[in-house]
C-alpha cells in the first residue's frame, strides 16, 4: 500500500489539508539539470555551481559561465531555480582559487568569505547570472553559501542586487545565522537551511568522518531547534524558508520541517515520491505535533520513534 501510494503521489507538494511544501530537486551541472528538467517538481532548490569548476585550474569567463547557468535554467522556464554562489573551500576545493594552506579549512576562508578575498569572481558570477536570468524565462534566485551574520548578508544583497539579481537570499548553515535569522531575513527575500553544515558546526563534528554519525545526525534536539528560530523568523517576515541539506530527503523528518516552519523541501531526484507522498498523508496540526515531539526528544532515536507513531509510519 505504501508503494502504491507513492507511485501514485504527483504534481506541487502539500499536507493532507492543503498547505503547500515546495518540492525541489538538488542539481551541480547542466547534465544534472537536463536529466532533472523533466521530472514532476516545482523547479530547483539547490544548483550547487561550484561543481561545475572542480577540476577547472582557470576561473571560468563571464562568457562561459553565462553560457553554463543559460543552459541550466532553459530546463526550468516559469519554475522556481535557487543558486548558489561558489561555495569554495574546504570539503570542495577549487584549484583556480588559491588559498593557501588552512588548518581548519571547515572554519576557514569557504563559501560567502571566498567573495572578501576573490572579490572579481563573485562579481563576474553574479553577473553572468543576472544575464543567464534576463536570457531565460526562468525564476531566478541566487543565494550565498556560509553566511554567519546580518553585515555578511546585507553585503552580499547588496553586490546581488547592483548586478541586477531580484530574488536574493542567504543559506543558514552556520549556527550564528540560525540564531540571528531575523536580522539576516531583513536583508533578504528568502533563506536556505543547509542542514549539512549546519550538523555538522552545531555538534562540532566533520562532516566527512563518518564515525562519528549519531553526532551530525539532523535528527538532533538542538540542530530541529535552530531549524525552528529560523522557521519562526522566515514566519514572522513572511519570506520563504527551504531545507536544502540531506535532511530534506528523509520521508519521516519533512512533516517535522514543515511543523517548525519550513516551506520548501530540495533534494535528489529519486528522493522526492516518497517525501511528497509523506506530505501528503499528514494535515498541518500533525506536523506541528511531529516537530513538538522531534523537539522534546533526548535524541535522535527517540525523536524519530516518537515521529513515526505521531504520523503513523512503521
Ligand atoms: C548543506 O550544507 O547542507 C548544503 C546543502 O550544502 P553543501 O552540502 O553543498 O555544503
Ligand atoms: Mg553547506
Redesign the pocket.
Known sequence: ADKARIAAASGPGHTADGTPVHLLVNIGTVDDAAKAGPVDSEGVG?F?TEFMYLGKTSAPSLDEQTASYTAVLEQFAGRRVVVRTL?AGS??PLPFLDLGTEENPALGVRGLRIGTVFPETLATQLTALARAGEATGADLWVMA?MVATADEAAGFAALARESGLTKVGA?I?IPAAALRAADLLAHLDFVSI?????SQYTCAVDRMAGGLAQLLDPWQPAVLDLIAMVGAAGAAAGKSVGV???AASDPTLAPVLVGLGVTSLSMSVPALPAVRAALAAVDRQRCQDAADAACAARNPQAGRAAVAAIIGRA
Request: net charge negative; with cysteine; proline share 6%.
Open positions: 539547490l550547487r561555495d570539503d570542495k553559501p543559506m548553515e543547509g542542514t549539512n553544515d549546519l536544502c541539506g540531506e
